[in-house]
Every structure is written in C-alpha cells, then in structure tokens.
C-alpha cells in the first residue's frame, strides 16, 4: 500500500500542474484558439442530442397551431414588414443626410458594417456563465469580439469560435461591460450584466446624474467593440443612498437575450463609408 | 478484474453513461432555469468512483474534464481540474461510502460537490471568466436530492454490465 499510495498522489501533482498551466495559458493567449476550434466539433453530435427534446417540442407546438392563428401572425407580420419597409426608404435617406452634414463639421465618417444570420442553437453549454451557441463559426468568417445585435437590441459578443459554432456572452453576464450612452440626456457610462438573471446594471452614475426610470440607453461605440447606435436597456429602478457617491441603478435590456432565437453578428470591415456608398444612398 | 473474467464484463457502459451525461448537461431548461441544471456529469463520475473504485482514474478523470472544456466553449483546464479533484477524493471515500445507506451517500455527495463548486468559482475569480449566480448552490442541492435517483438507476446499469 505505502509505495502504490505514493504514485496516484504524483500523478495527481502531474496533472494539477498541468490544468494550472492550460487555464493560464488559454486565458491569456490565443494559443489553443484554432487547435480548439477544429476539435471543437466533436460537440456537435452531443449538442444536437441535447436540443433534441426542445426542437421536438416546438416541431408539436408549430404543428398544433390552427389555420386561424396561423393567419392572425401572418397579417402581423405583413404589417410589421410594410411599416419597416416604409422606415427602411426614410433611413437610407436620413443616413445619406447624416453623412452629409458630419462632412460640414468635418467629423470622423462611421465605419461601415456587415451583418452575418446566425440561429442560436438550443444549447446551454456552459452551467456558470450565461452563453449560448449560434451555428456559425469559423468557417463562416466569425471572430472573437464581434457584436452580436438581436432583433430589438445589443445581445452580447462572440467569446469563442469552434468550426461551425461559436459561443456568445450574453450582456446579463455579470463578467460583461457595455459603453453606453443615454439618448436623452446624452450621459455616457459602462453598464454591467448582473448576477441576478436578465438585469443590468450601472455603478458608475452620479448622484447628480440626469437619469430617470425608462430612460433608453443605446452602444456610444467607444471601446471599439460593438457599433454605435444601438439600443442596449432601458432603466427600470434607480435608487440613491446618501452615503453612496453613485446611484444604483438597475436595467432591463431591451432584447431579452435568453428569449431570441436570431441574431446578427455585426463586423466593421475597417471602410470608412466613402463618397460613392453616400451616392448609391441618396439615389 | 482479471482479463479473462472481463469478457462477460461491460465496461463500455461507463463511457455511455458519461455520454448520456454530457447531453443532459448541455439541455436547456429554458431562460433562467437554466442556472439550476444539476451537473450531471459529476453526479455520474461520483458514482462509479464509488461503484468501482480506482476504475475511473486520473488521467481518464482529466481527459473527461477537458473534454469538457471543449464541448462547454469554456477556458481550458478549468473543468479538467475539477473532475481530476472530484475523482481523486471520491475515490479515496468510496469503500467508507459504499456502506452507507442512500440518504448517507447523498450527503457525501452534497460535500463533494460543493468542494467541486468552491473549486469552480475560485478558478474563475483567478481567470475572470465565470458569472457565478447564487443559483448555483441550489443545483448543488438539487444533484444531492437527486442521488438516490441516479444511484438506482446506475446500479441497474451496474448489474446489467456485471460489474463488480
């Protein structure tokens, strides 16, 4: 017993070391990345199990729906998609007119951006952080840091990149910060995800801070990561303590992340919008 | 465990088992539910430590941890340390475990697992990359509660295999 007690102890020592230096190693280079993102899509078969019984589920639910429900969704939708179509042919021109006017004060054009479908994958891959997988990867051109925007707003960013997966950090992390800037007043902070399910939150406003309940706040695109403009949260509660130099304020963000089924990954491809993409909008 | 006997033996079952498991652990409960998900995987290595002892091993324990890394998108290493520290004390509990009644092993199972969790969200203060949500602990108690369930149905898989 006494010379077999020693060997599994060593091992152990052996490969203790070895996860210290892995994690060390993954967390602060991007050594592994692609090694990871091919041998990642041995996930594929035990992930696709997994969303098994949700995919059937809503396969039973789409079939049960009657015609007349049906039908109802189908004259929303049409009339969602005409009121679009009709902002859509507004925007081209407002843009062209934005660019225009940034030109006279002679401020910075913004860059132009490409937008990649992705659908989340009905996964939870990980048990202690909030992300979720979209069936895009490398193969499809994704890259660690691209904004990820859903239908009504900011979702998160792309962490890691398999082959023909990707995972998303979800903005309610509590590990994830967000420049923002408040479209009333103009104020501009970091909100935070926090740990409390789908909430945000801002510490760093002040007490003076012109912030009131419902107040949208939108990317102000510093920080280089996601594109500016678009709507992150809206302030739900705001509580000012006297002995705090900050408000503590918490928010809803406007796309409930854990709800959308469709993202956009958003990619800057490094133009800066030119003369000719002003001519093409304004005709 | 000698080779010969081995042949009426279903070792592969243990692998299948922790195959199962890696699906389950990946099923969406829907929205915020999803931080109550038990960790499956744990609760399958604890028992067949537990079942055969020694039989797992380390570097099998690792491997299956790493694995891990990979199929959660996650840091690696950080999974690949918990299972190897998991495995190596349920290994050294197992022959006290093993005659303890159910609701016994259930609250060995509750320590260990809570050790793995602490172990978990201290890797994750380091690296920085873990949302820890008090949720957690209440998987944990949720896997605890759910041991016998596991421990009979596996020891079912066990007499089908005939392991030892």
Partial sequence: MKPKGLFPSYRLILLLTLSIVLLLMDSKTEMFSQGRAVVSVVALPIH??????????????????????????????????????????????????NMRLRKIIGAESKLSEEALFARIVEVHPDLYNQTVLVDRGAADG?????????????IGQVVRVGLFRSSIMLITDSSQGIPVQFVRSGIRTIVYGSDQGNLLSAPYLARTADVRRGDLFVTSGLGDLYPEGYPVGTIKEIDSDVNSPFLSVVAEPTAQPSAVREVLLISHNGNKITATDLEKMSN | MISNSSRSKKWWVIPITLLIAFCFFAVPTGGSLNSYNPDWISLVLIYWCFAVPKKIGLLPAWLIGLFLDVVSFGTLGRYALSKLVLVFFADRLALRVRMFPVWQQSFIVLILLIGETVLLMFIGIIIGDIDFSSNRWIAVLIAAFLWPVIYIILRRVRQWARLP
Avoid: C
């Fill in chain 1, 48 to 97: 696709m199990v997994a969303s098994s019984p949700v995919l059937f589920f809503r396969w039973i639910g789409n079939d049960l729906e009657d015609w007349g429900e049906l039908k109802q969704k189908y004259t929303v939708l049409q009339r969602q998609h005409l009121i679009m179509q009709s902002r859509l042919q507004q925007f081209d021109a407002l843009q062209a007119e």
């Fill in chain 1, 142 to 154: 994704v890259y660690v840091g691209q904004a990820v925007i859903g239908p009504a707003g900011v």
